[in-house]
């Protein structure tokens, strides 16, 4: 079967605030960057595009691929799969973002290979997917077969564009090929950017001038708790506390609140002056020290406040349940029985009943038993 390399250029950078494919990369744009260290592997090369202009056509040429337009608009990676496998003449087609950097050359080819080999076996399947060790399935770094067509176009027609709804069991291929993590980083913001040059300087220096220094520090891991509101995530997470504090781990806990909080008192010098229009006010005392920022460039994300955490194991993140960052759905009987926000990147599942993840790989604990998902914890992220 033939088959060739897709990269999905069609996100808004709206977190990066500039387009994605044009940031420097080593020498060149992140869009070259990716074109030449994929020519080895497929000598066919397209570019999933939100609409056809000039800029996109005369870069195309210039990089000797082809730009394929999204024939159905604003429906996320969905539309760039539809659009490229309605247009293209190749059977199989590897999809990757742009802006995932080390995707990993040799296990995209293999998975070209080993769906050709599959659906020799049996027609039925189109899709190869690599498995993440805590995320699951990454449907955006994935082979697929022409022949799954007629089923993104029932999703759009349903407008259902959840691209993991089009990995059901009997269709999917889940290779046991061992990748290194960085094949699935994404560059989403400013910080993550700035993090992949630093990878990208410690794999190829000779790419920078020789005053750039690379950042090396760990990153700490952060697991987020999404469940609907009363369901008991604060007692929850108490209880958890308590039980990774008894194994000797530093804590951080970030806490979005999407209706805003006043955390200082009216009447309160403090209050008083940030009212008068203080931008910054810090509180120090014997036992504590708090900051307070007003926002004038917005909301920072949520990888801007992992990133300013320090001196932590473990950051614990309650809210951002709509977020992308690894997730541990809380259900409680009666009354929140279904996960919310979207189950990107779901890890675990707890519950007070015998919920049924339709993730079947993923791991359900009892609701009354937080040390039991402290153990997890420890064990997932290496933590000692």
Known sequence: ????????????????????????????????YQVRRF???????????????DSWMHLAARLDCTAIPDRVEKIGPLGGLYSCLSAV??????????DAPFTNTDAALSLCQMLAQSIDADPVKYACVLMHPTRGMQPLSAAYAKTCLPVIERMIQAENYRLRQLLTP????????????????????????????QMLAEKQPALFPPDFVPQTEQTIP???????????????LEKLV???KEKGLRIALIKHDAHGFELDQPGKDSYRLRKAGVDTMILCGPDQTARLENHTAGEPSLHQLISSVEDADLILIEGYKFGSQPKIQLLRKGYSETPVGNLENTIAYVADFPYKPT??????????????????????????
């Open 39 to 53: 020519r080895p592997y497929f000598e066919k090369i397209y570019l999933s595009v939100p609409k056809m202009t």
């Open 1 to 32: 079967m033939s088959y060739a390399l897709v990269l999905l250029c069609g996100g808004l950078s709206t977190r990066m605030g500039t387009n994605k494919a044009f940031l420097p990369f080593g020498e060149y744009t992140l869009m070259e």
């Open 359 to 384: 993730q079947n790989h993923l791991p359900l604990f009892d609701l009354n038993k937080p040390q039991d998902l402290a153990t997890y914890l420890i064990s997932l992220f290496g933590l000692k």
């Open 170 to 197: 009997e269709h999917t291929v889940l290779p046991d090929i061992l990748v290194p993590q960085e094949h699935f980083y994404n560059m989403n913001d400013m910080p993550s950017y700035y993090h992949a040059l």
């Open 242 to 244: 308590a039980c990774l």
């Open 222 to 236: 952060y697991v987020s708790f999404s469940a609907k509101s009363g369901t008991g995530k604060t007692t929850y």
């Open 89 to 98: 003449t190749e059977e199989l087609l590897f999809f990757t973002p742009v």
